[in-house]
């Protein structure tokens, strides 16, 4: 993943925090029981569990990988996912939640002209 500062398509300034942190923060993470370990969530070549999995680790694989692909559209420029992004890093979907961050992107979808009237959050 390529961060770029370049004009308004660029990462906010704030550090980033990481979507895999096992911290004892998880309540402050949606998604998935945070109560139990981590299971790790395997597939194969053609997208099936490679063992049995609880229902709960693969939603919370699934979250975060939403997460990480919004984060790299927004990255890219698109206005749509930086709004979701924005959200995401409010409401910590598929990541640490990061406030500052997610009021960052959403400002930055707003000043693009993307409106979110009833969709995630009014903007």
């Known amino acids: ?24 923060n998880s309540s402050k993470r949606k998604g998935g029981d945070k109560a139990t370990k981590e299971v790790p969530v395997v597939y194969s070549h053609d997208g099936r569990l490679m063992a049995p999995t609880p229902l709960g680790a693969v939603v919370d694989d699934a979250v975060k990988r939403w997460y990480m692909e919004a984060e790299r559209d927004a990255m890219r420029g698109d206005v749509k996912a930086m709004a979701l992004l924005g959200q995401m890093l409010m409401e910590g979907y598929g990541c640490d939640v990061d406030v500052e961050r997610g009021r960052q992107f959403a400002e930055r979808a707003r000043r693009r002209g993307y409106r979110m009237e009833r969709v995630y959050c009014e903007i």
Do not use: I, V
């Open 1 to 24: 993943m390529k961060n770029t500062s370049a004009g308004d398509g660029g990462a906010p300034s704030s550090s980033r925090k990481s979507h895999n942190s096992n911290s004892n």
